[in-house]
């Protein structure tokens, strides 16, 4: 690896890549022994993102496999084994097999990305159900997202949610900040990197620490 102290690669075989989107549909379980065996060569601090349920967008078509599916659980199972996290992007559409998942396997650490859009209540409410789910927020600090404006956290357009705030902060070790999909403009991309400063800026120093650096580098082991 050119930079192995500025990069932290993950592994993803995401079903919107159509290289991998046969073997999700037919259950192929030698995507899962593709994982185990990449993952037995070293190199990579994490499994994902995996857009195992996500709506459609612009480049790739929805994807609706179910969070506790045989693909799935054998990607868990091979996290587990490794001990890494797992990125996934699940909708609350499939809340229920999503959590299912969860409580399956305890010991794996699964990042949700964007916390699948989920709403407050349905944040709180799954973040203290499961000890092992950190709550990622990329997307969530946009001014507007292209899908849909109710998913950010802004009541404003500046300003976080008090309500989102008191979560972040009663428990600043289950989050961690994101750009979402980047390099597709500069001006993108700083768009993207001021929505998370903007949040960062509106949390204790504390919080901020540990949401912005500490528990991504505990999660991935560059930090004890």
């Not at 890494?84 to 959590?99: D, N, W």
């Not at 699948?116 to 927020?137: D, I």
């Not at 989050?175 to 403009?185: Q, Y």
Request: a negative charge; charged letters at 25%.
């Amino acid at each position: 690896m050119r930079w192995p102290d500025r990069l932290v690669p993950f592994l993803s075989v995401s079903p919107e890549h159509r290289e991998f989107r046969g073997d999700w549909t037919s259950g192929d379980s030698s995507l899962v022994e593709t994982v185990d065996s990449l993952l037995d060569l070293g190199g990579f601090y994490g499994i994902g993102e995996i857009s195992v349920t996500h709506f459609p967008g612009t480049g790739f078509p929805e994807a609706d496999f179910d969070p506790s599916g045989p693909v799935m659980r054998g990607i868990m199972a091979a996290a587990q084994s490794h001990q890494v996290p797992v990125t996934v992007h699940v909708e609350v559409t499939r809340l229920r097999e999503f959590e299912q998942m969860l409580a399956d396997f305890r010991e794996v650490t699964v990042i949700w990305a964007h916390g699948g859009y989920a709403p407050f209540f349905l944040a709180e409410r799954v973040l203290e159900r499961h000890p092992n789910l950190m709550y990622e927020l990329s997307a969530r600090t946009w001014q507007r997202h292209p899908r849909s404006p109710d998913y950010t956290i802004l009541m404003n357009g500046v300003d976080v949610w008090p309500e989102w705030i008191a979560l972040i902060e009663r428990m600043p070790d289950r989050f961690v900040v994101g750009t979402d999909a980047s390099l597709r403009s500069t001006q993108s991309d700083e768009q993207k990197i001021r929505s998370v400063q903007n949040l960062l800026d509106q949390l204790t120093p504390e919080a901020r620490r540990m949401v912005a650096e500490e528990n991504l580098e505990r999660i991935v082991g560059i930090r004890d």
